[in-house]
């Protein structure tokens, strides 16, 4: 199994979880990250550090948000590694109320 990051991350990307993570599995675009399936060990410490819930172990993804495991999927090996906290994006308070958080 993995953990997925949903499409809450975009135009967040508060980096809250990656410094939690055992196996450094968070890769990251400009505009949010992606986890690597093939590194995450399922220990769901970072699911309690996103501030906008954007994290969901696979087999609980919501119906309408399923398309972001294959994404997860792809993405990640294509983006460098995200091991330390970063400013969130000048969009994130906004983007967060917009979320309802
Ligand atoms: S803490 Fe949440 S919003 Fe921030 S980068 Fe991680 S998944 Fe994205
Ligand atoms: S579940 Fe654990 S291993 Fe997987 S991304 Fe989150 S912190 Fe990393």
Redesign the pocket.
Known sequence: MTYV?ID??LK???????VVCPVDC?HASAE??YIDADECIDCGA?VP????E??YPEDELPEDKKEWLPINIKKAPELPVITEKEDALPTAEERKKELGY
């Open positions: 990051v809450n991350c967040c990307r508060y980096t809250d979880c990656v968070f949010m990250l970072c550090e996103c501030p906008v954007a994290i």
